[in-house]
């Protein structure tokens, strides 16, 4: 008998080892060569492909169960979230919420802790529910995404959020108490130590009431400079400050790297300071603040700023550390270069020698060299604005300048020497050679048309010191005719472009039917290393620590303090438990849910009619959330993610007695 088990075993082992290797050693099939296999050239031929679409098919077609080699991260516009897909396949991962609650992900739909940070960028006695999010910013560590955090920006409310890339969930909103709208952020400086932050619409400080009339004397802009401490995953409040700027309306900024470190540039485009007023007779302000042909690049350096602040030469406004402007020029942090026309995008070289500006009425990027900078600044050579801030001398500081085309907006690199463009008006890219030292040397290559009205464009870590080339992403404003007809709101086009090997064609149409992504950043999928499950049963993922409220299997109970009940949750498939919840009408409740589970991807959600709660339990996750039982009756709470073949008997039942 002892035998028979015995070998009974050794069989077992010997076919675990035999599957194990059979695995291992699965031969590769043969290269495919000559022409397509008989059946799929009857696709093909069926289809009407051309060997260019062969070829896009061929390049983003990801096989059932293989993984994508990058992430994007794009922003979800006016959706207020962030949007994670992979590269070639363009597959959505994910959907995280941010600035807008979500109720998949159980987000602003009661649990403790979500709704208290959505609460931070509240206004007053406004409860802020919605975002404007543009600018996604990976963290760097010296100057190269370095996979652990994503911040982005709500232009709508001049907020910033810290999501962290272990679970890809938000952590953190904060507000600016100056401001009202930001745009030019987020951008990170090359150790993350600090997420900038650039304004748009000037306003008085903390947007208090001024006339228009005022404008010149009360309305500003600001940078902020959001300290960022990554040990604990958090915008340090207490140690981020902010520099005064002219209201000359701020856009797109950068920060230096390498040969730049240090230094921070943004945009303007109204140092008309233009202030409308159409039904007085003025011109609108599309045309108000175009009159001029030069608008002025803001060159800030981050810091001797950082210096200035910790040396306490700021003025504390609304609870932010500010460097007022005459400190900011007094001390060299502030300096500003004429641009041509209404520009919109400033992008750093990946070496840091140069900042590339695209200005949008004007068919050229103009390109200023860093050490040219640095000179007219030693050399003093500038002119004062009429707030006393320098203007260095734009001979002095210009390098190059390519013209490109109508609209030109954003730039982006490749690991081949080359920087590409998007044009609005000519809805296409350009591509050109970053020249170097010779200002010759900075030429266009050739243009690629893309459908339609390219706003940015992304390529692989195409921002950092060390891009990837090998995959650019232009995200279009506008779709038109590409796809089936969805009513008047048409998606925005996100197309991907080969740019290996010296190709530059369009491999991939993703219409993106959940926001209007402005911005993106694409990182190599191995940079990220995203949890599982948490780290251990009973997490609360807001703080990363084990949460006070973790209940272990057994331990669930309700307790009653008057009318105070406190319920302590488990959820495993496929139970609730406890699953009655007794309550007398009017007691206050607080409920927390461990989901005991370590499983990979064993998740369970929480719904209960009536109380407008949606909760995601991940592997070892506890959330808590609040209610006060108003309305008496019998209320069944539910799972909601499908778990478990009896995943429907996953539920339970509250009762309010009235
Ligand atoms: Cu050009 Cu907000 Cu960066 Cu949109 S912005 S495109
Ligand atoms: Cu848990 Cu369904």
């Known amino acids: 008998m002892k035998r028979s088990l015995f070998l009974v075993a050794l069989l077992l082992i010997l076919a ?72 070639p396949s ?19 739909y009661g649990e403790r802790g979500i709704e208290e940070m959505l609460d931070a960028g509240n206004v007053g006695d406004v409860k802020l529910r919605m975002g404007d999010t543009h600018h996604p910013a990976l963290s760097e560590t010296n100057g190269d995404y370095d996979g652990q955090f994503v911040f982005i920006n709500d232009k709508a409310n001049a907020r910033v959020a810290v999501i962290d890339l272990r679970d890809f969930e938000t952590k953190q909103i904060v507000k600016d108490p100056n401001l009202i ?3 030019g952020s987020t951008f990170v400086t090359p150790n993350t130590e600090y997420v900038i932050q650039g304004s748009q619409y000037a306003t008085p400080l903390g947007w208090e009431y001024a006339p228009i009339s005022e404008y010149e004397e009360k309305y500003r802009g600001l940078i902020t400079l959001w300290a960022f401490d990554r040990e604990k995953g958090r915008i340090d409040l207490e140690q981020s400050f902010s520099i005064e700027v002219p209201p000359y309306w701020q856009d797109l900024c950068d920060a230096g790297k390498l040969a730049s470190d240090g230094w921070g540039f943004c945009n303007s485009f109204n140092t008309e300071m233009y202030t409308g007023g159409l039904l007085q007779g003025n ?36 609870g932010m550390r500010v460097i007022r402007m005459p400190t900011a020029v007094a001390e060299g942090v502030l300096y500003l270069a004429p641009e041509p026309k209404s520009p919109h995008g400033a992008d750093v070289t990946p070496d840091g020698k140069y900042v590339v500006v695209a200005g949008k009425l004007d068919p050229h990027i103009t390109i200023y060299a860093v050490d040219k900078i640095e000179k007219a600044i030693a050399d003093q050579n500038w002119e004062l604005d009429p707030f006393g801030v320098p203007v260095l001398d734009y001979d002095a500081v210009k390098h190059a300048q390519i013209e490109l085309g109508l609209g030109p907006l954003h730039s982006i690199f490749d690991n ?49 010191v060390s891009p990837d080339g090998q995959y650019l992403l232009v995200l279009n404003k506008w779709s038109v005719d590409r796809f089936l007809p969805v009513g008047p709101l048409l998606p925005q086009n996100l197309q991907l472009v080969d740019i290996s090997n010296g190709n530059f064609q369009v491999i991939y149409d993703m219409p993106m039917g959940i926001g209007e992504p402005h911005n993106a ?88 009619g009536g109380q407008n709660v949606s909760l995601s339990i991940e592997p070892g996750e506890t959330v808590s959330f609040e209610f006060v039982a108003e309305a008496d009756g019998t209320y069944p709470f539910y799972c909601t993610e499908f778990c478990a073949a009896l995943h429907l008997e996953m539920m339970g039942y509250t009762f309010v007695e009235p």
Request: overall charge negative; proline content about 6%.
């Open 16 to 87: 675990l080892v035999l599957s194990a290797c059979g695995r291992r050693t699965t031969p590769t099939p043969p290269p495919l060569s000559g022409d397509l296999p008989a059946n799929a050239m009857a696709v093909a031929q069926e289809r009407g492909l051309t060997p260019d679409d062969i070829y896009a098919a061929m390049k983003t077609y990801t096989p059932s169960g293989k993984h994508d080699d990058y992430y994007i991260f794009a922003s979800g516009g006016h959706s207020g979230n962030l949007i994670v897909i992979g590269i």
């Open 90 to 108: 363009m597959r959505i991962l994910k959907n995280v919420a941010v600035f807008t609650p979500e109720s998949w992900q159980g987000y602003g």
């Open 181 to 183: 709208s930001n745009h």
């Open 283 to 318: 011109p609108p302000f599309e045309a108000g603040v175009s009159q001029s042909d030069m608008d002025y690049l803001h060159i800030f350096n981050w810091k001797k700023a950082a210096q200035v602040a910790a040396a306490g030469k700021v003025e504390m406004i609304n």
């Open 416 to 464: 081949q020497g080359f920087g590409y463009t998007s044009l609005f008006l000519d809805s296409a890219v350009a591509k050109w050679t970053v020249g170097g030292d010779d200002p010759a040397a900075w030429t266009l290559v050739e243009k690629l048309p893309v459908q339609y009205n390219i706003g940015h464009l992304t390529a692989a870590e195409g921002d950092t």
């Open 521 to 608: 950043q694409i990182i190599k999928a191995d940079k990220i290393n995203a949890w599982t499950a948490y780290p251990q049963i009973g997490w609360d993922p807001l703080t990363q620590a084990p949460s006070p409220y973790a209940t272990q299997l057994g331990e669930e109970r309700i307790e009653r303090d008057g009318n105070k009940v406190e319920v302590f949750m488990t959820s495993i498939r496929s139970r609730l438990t406890p699953d009655h919840i007794e309550l007398k009408k009017g007691d206050h409740v607080t409920w927390h849910i461990t989901n005991v589970e370590t499983a990979h991807d064993a998740v369970h959600g929480f719904q209960m």
